[in-house]
């Protein structure tokens, strides 16, 4: 079965950090491009972060370029997403997923097959 689990999310002040892991289990991460995405409740869908299958491109949202960073540990099989100088409009439900019929997904949802069930990550005072 294949799956993926995102965990790191919580409650964090402004300008506090967190860091977001995706588990995979029945398959290996580094043969797929992985994205970050969020949902904001009554907003749509958006990407976040995205690397690709071999590790030599990463993209990001303008809006956490800088604050963000992903980046994928083969020997564990997960991807993390570091996020510092968090912001209120950062809360959101944060969805990991995996792209196996491409080497690049970008920020195209129809892309990634598979999806975590997502963590919710809340920044407020």
């Known amino acids: 079965q294949l799956q993926l689990v995102e965990s790191g999310g919580g409650l964090v002040q402004p300008g506090g950090s967190l860091r977001l892991s995706c588990a995979a289990s029945?398959?290996?991460?580094?043969?797929?491009?992985i994205g970050w995405f969020r949902q904001a409740p009554g907003k749509e869908r958006e990407g976040v972060s995205c690397?690709?299958?071999?590790?030599?491109?990463?993209h990001y949202a303008d809006s956490v370029k800088g604050r963000f960073t992903i980046s994928r540990d083969n020997a564990k099989n997960t991807v993390y997403l570091q996020m510092n100088s968090l912001k209120p409009e950062d809360t959101a439900i944060y969805y990991c997923?995996?792209?196996?019929?491409?080497?690049?997904?970008?920020?195209?949802?129809?892309?990634?097959?598979?999806w975590g069930q997502g963590t919710q990550v809340t920044v407020s005072s």
């Open positions: 997923a995996a792209a196996p019929r491409t080497g690049w997904g970008g920020f195209i949802a129809a892309l990634y097959e598979y």
């Open positions: 029945g398959f290996t991460l580094d043969a797929y491009a």
């Open positions: 690397i690709s299958k071999s590790d030599d491109i990463t």
